[in-house]
């Protein structure tokens, strides 16, 4: 089975500063797509970005990016200019391709903005 | 576009009620899915849809039941409420063909069983 492991339940970052999250996960599978998502207080989950494997340019949204290694099982999403309105909870999940989007999510990391 | 729309957005239950929860989305997705949120969990997938008139189990799928009788709506029923089943729910849709992952989310609902 597959699993998605986030290791910091908690990060604080500056505003206008960066913050990685990271997100480890564990598959045989050689086709599969990558997400993270973001839960505000309200909340409403929110598609951030989402990375197929087999594209090895690694994807971008805006002041949002990734890392995404391959080899390593390893997907961390990155925060540039970091905003108040970015504090929220992140959600890392994994999904094999073909499977009808049944998604595997991480237990979350939660995400501080400080003045 | 509404998006998707969430019926109602709390409840509380009394062990062995029964209640539906309602999916609405207007964007005319295939793929429909309902999620249970626990505490410092993330979120798990009850059942899901890949188009009007099918259902398939997820990965916690016991206690409920869905229907999808109409493109637009996903139904997620509990037919005897258990306390194990207090939780937050969210509907999500997507299209199909696009790269995997429920794109749009409901705003969640809140269900207690005391």
């Known amino acids: 089975a597959q699993t998605v492991t986030q290791s910091q339940p908690e990060m604080s970052v500056q505003e206008a500063e960066t913050v990685t999250l990271s997100c480890t996960y564990d598959t045989s599978e050689s086709d599969y797509y990558l997400f993270w998502y973001k839960q505000p207080p309200s909340r409403q989950m929110i598609l951030v970005i989402r990375?197929?494997?087999?594209?090895?340019q690694n994807a971008t949204e805006n002041r949002f990016s990734v890392n995404f290694q391959k080899a390593a099982k390893s997907f961390s999403l990155k925060i540039s200019d970091s905003q108040l309105g970015d504090a929220a909870m992140y959600f890392c999940?994994?999904?094999?391709?073909?499977?009808?989007?049944?998604?595997?999510f991480g237990t979350g990391t939660r995400l501080q903005v400080t003045l | 576009n509404a998006g998707v729309t969430q019926t109602p957005k709390f409840r509380v239950l009394k062990t062995g009620q029964s209640m539906t929860l309602l999916c609405a989305q207007d964007m005319n997705h295939e793929y429909m899915y309902w999620y249970r949120q626990d505490p410092g969990m993330g979120l798990r997938l009850i059942h899901y849809?890949?188009?009007?008139?099918?259902?398939a189990k997820g990965e916690v799928p016991d206690g409920y039941n869905v229907s999808r009788l109409k493109k637009q709506n996903f139904l997620l029923g509990l037919e005897s409420a258990a306390p194990s089943q207090t939780s937050v729910y969210f509907c999500?849709?997507?299209?199909?063909?696009?790269?995997?992952?429920?794109?749009?989310f409901g705003p969640g609902t809140r269900l207690t069983v005391t």
């Open positions: 999500a849709s997507s299209y199909v063909g696009l790269a995997g992952g429920p794109e749009y």
């Open positions: 990375q197929e494997a087999y594209k090895q």
């Open positions: 849809s890949v188009g009007e008139g099918t259902t």
């Open positions: 999940a994994y999904g094999r391709a073909g499977t009808a989007s049944k998604l595997t």
